[in-house]
């Protein structure tokens, strides 16, 4: 079993600066892709970025490119996203997923999931 604790979240000005951090624990037999999704009420869950096993590429969705960044350590089995130039449409639950199979940008190829950590950008 894999755990997964997300930290870092908060309320910024638009603007700001956020850096989210993830915990990974538990059953580590192998090194995974990970990846950030965001959620807001009554909408389905967002895909932010997703990092390769070895930190050695990145993606991050349209919307947010440029101004987020997705990075890890494996040696201290962390992952991180960096969010500046937060805007008020960033505002939402953000999660930590490990990736399971299939596409890397959809919810459904993840199995294990953080418990959230709420991005709250307002003036």
């Known amino acids: 079993q894999v755990q997964l604790l997300e930290s870092g979240g908060g309320t910024v000005q638009p603007g700001g600066s956020l850096r989210l951090s993830c915990a990974i624990s538990g059953r580590a037999d192998s090194l995974h892709r990970m990846s950030w999704f965001r959620q807001t009420p009554g909408k389905e869950r967002e895909f932010v970025a997703t990092?390769?096993?070895?930190?050695?590429?990145?993606w991050v969705a349209d919307s947010m490119r440029g101004r987020f960044t997705i990075s890890r350590d494996n040696a201290k089995n962390m992952v991180f996203l960096q969010m500046d130039s937060l805007r008020q449409e960033d505002t939402a639950i953000y999660y930590c997923?490990?990736?399971?199979?299939?596409?890397?940008?959809?919810?459904?190829?993840?199995?294990?999931w953080g418990q959230g950590t709420q991005v709250t950008v307002s003036s």
């Open positions: 990092v390769t096993t070895s930190g050695s590429q990145t």
């Open positions: 997923a490990q990736y399971k199979s299939g596409s890397a940008v959809v919810a459904s190829a993840y199995d294990y």
